[in-house]
């Protein structure tokens, strides 16, 4: 993986020309696209990353003209850029905005596109389609069918990419008749994030940590991402999706593959996609038998998050009342190599839990012989934890002589504060992805085998839970999920970081 943080434009020293590119976001008018995608760019566009003959091109099914789309999109880079926001630079990056509706389903419709296009094959093209995954495939053959796609194109896939195996590889067969597989670029924001690259520069960038990141020197494994929020205004597709696809198939799991994988020979993407899909064929399959004891899921019900009321998830527009749908999991997965035998990685994703959080926690083993006396002769003194979000930082817990006459040990925390440590804003995980998409850099993007072989894994544990008459447990908003999620850990001796 490429741990150079500066942009594609300004690495190695380089004061390359911003490239040139028509981006078209289907999806333009959406939360993810006024949230994050043009925010994102505009901070491309004010660092001097992006040409003033670029093209940015909302695509929506809303009657909307371009100055009424830069309107809406001027409101929403105001509100989630803040005091990043100026209005000179404002000037320069409307200029770029444009606007075609299209149904997604209605053929006609292309041809606009198309005609706004034409003129410009020979600059890199991206297509990002920011929709509901089964709109992928119709969206695709139709680009095809007006021969907009060219050699220069690339196609960017938000996750999830589709709802089981079956329903994804229909996808990229679609997509993979269409363009070659370097031509696509399937999208996991997470794997955008500083603290996940300073992960890789941890493992891979200092030899003190390789000679202990394995078994015998590592005990357990947890990978947490909590989210305060509730399913919000996307129940109807939350209700047909579930934490299991929206979460753990694609965010936990490229976690895991980064924290697990082997040293690749080079950072090059291949090289790095090819030991990530190591780790995804070596997970130990949970079928039918085991689901019920290695997994723990659970539906929130009312309860307080954040001093706030939250009402439960049967409650919330959009979702079925009669509703099985998952919004806690926690798996304990098992990895089958040399290096990972015999650790256990715990799992862990929900909704209206007590803080929003995303982390890493790595314990080692104990000492072999304590020669000291109290309690940290027998608890593990030692965790590596690496927090993703709301602040990123590293901390590594180790055990001091307290001040006095005794020899007395108390835990305390090397840590890295990353915001502290650079004085520097951090790229947004879309404003990397992106720079990287236009760049042409595949390395943080999710090849076609890896997909397969993530769903290969999730596949059978969701048909495991549709066989299942019990269904999720309830859980109150506020609370760290079902005692069954508490239970799954404590079965193997340990305990989730929060319940220490």
Same mark, same amino acid.
């Given at each position: 993986m490429n741990t150079d943080t500066r942009p594609p434009s300004q690495a190695?020293?380089?004061r390359a020309t911003p490239p040139t590119f028509d981006l078209i976001l289907f999806g333009g008018t959406g939360d993810l696209a006024m949230r994050k995608l043009l925010p994102a760019l505009y901070r491309r566009f004010a660092a001097g990353q992006v040409a003033h003959d670029a093209r940015i091109i909302g695509i929506a099914r809303s009657a909307l003209s +371009?100055?009424? /789309? +830069? &309107?809406? +999109?001027e409101a929403a880079c105001r509100q989630h850029?803040?005091?990043d926001f100026q209005d000179e630079t404002w000037a320069g990056f409307r200029a770029l905005l444009g606007y075609v509706r299209v149904d997604a389903t209605t053929s006609t419709d292309y041809q606009n596109l198309a005609a706004v296009l034409k003129g410009r094959e020979a600059i890199t093209? !991206? *297509? *990002?389609?920011? &929709? =509901?995954?089964?709109?992928? =495939?119709a969206i695709c053959k139709e680009l095809a069918a007006v021969d907009i796609v060219c050699p220069t194109s690339r196609i960017m896939l938000e996750k999830p990419l589709g709802e089981d195996g079956e329903s994804a590889a229909r996808i990229n067969d679609t997509v993979g008749a269409m363009v070659s597989e370097r031509q696509i670029y399937r999208i996991d924001h997470y794997l955008g994030k500083e603290t996940v690259q300073n992960l890789m520069a941890l493992r891979f960038g200092n030899a003190f940590f390789e000679p202990l990141w394995r078994r015998g020197q590592i005990r @357990? #494994?947890?990978? $947490?991402? +909590?989210e305060q929020l509730g399913v919000e205004k996307r129940g109807d597709f939350y209700d047909r999706t579930?934490? !299991?696809?929206?979460?753990?198939?694609? @965010?936990?799991?490229? !976690?895991l593959c980064i924290l697990a994988m082997e040293p690749p020979a080079t950072n090059a993407a291949d090289a790095v996609r090819d030991e990530k899909l190591k780790v995804l064929r070596a997970l130990r399959p949970i079928g039918e038998a085991e689901a019920l004891i290695k997994t723990a899921r659970?539906? /929130?019900r009312a309860g307080i998050v954040g001093a706030m009321k939250a009402q439960g998830y049967l409650e919330e527009a959009g979702v079925d009342p009669a509703s099985r749908t998952e919004t806690f999991v926690a798996i304990k997965a098992e990895i089958d190599t040399w290096r990972w035998a015999g650790v256990p990685f715990y799992l862990r994703t929900g909704k209206r839990l007590p803080q929003a959080v =995303?982390?890493?926690? #790595? $314990? *080692?083993?104990q000492v072999p012989h304590s020669i000291f006396t109290g309690r940290f002769n027998s608890d593990p003194p030692n965790r590596l934890v690496i927090r993703l979000q709301p602040d990123e930082f590293i901390t590594l817990r180790i055990l001091a002589k307290a001040p006095g006459e005794s020899m007395r040990l108390k835990p305390v925390d090397l840590a890295l504060d990353l915001g502290e440590s650079f004085k520097a804003r951090p790229l947004e995980a879309y404003e990397r992805l992106l720079g990287d998409a236009i760049a042409g850099n595949l390395t943080l993007f999710m090849r076609r085998d890896e997909v397969e072989a993530a769903w290969n894994w999730i596949d059978p544990i969701r048909a495991a839970w549709d066989a299942d008459d019990d269904g999720p447990k309830a859980y109150a908003s506020g609370s760290w999920g079902p005692s069954t999620s508490s239970a799954l850990i404590a079965r193997d001796g340990f305990a989730w970081h929060d319940e220490l």
């Open positions: 190695a020293g380089s +371009a100055e009424e /789309y +830069a &309107t809406r +999109a850029l803040g005091a093209r !991206l *297509f *990002f389609l920011s &929709t =509901a995954p089964d709109l992928f =495939a @357990h #494994v947890q990978i $947490t991402v +909590a579930g934490a !299991l696809r929206d979460m753990v198939q694609n @965010h936990l799991l490229q !976690l659970g539906q /929130y =995303a982390e890493i926690v #790595v $314990t *080692f083993d």
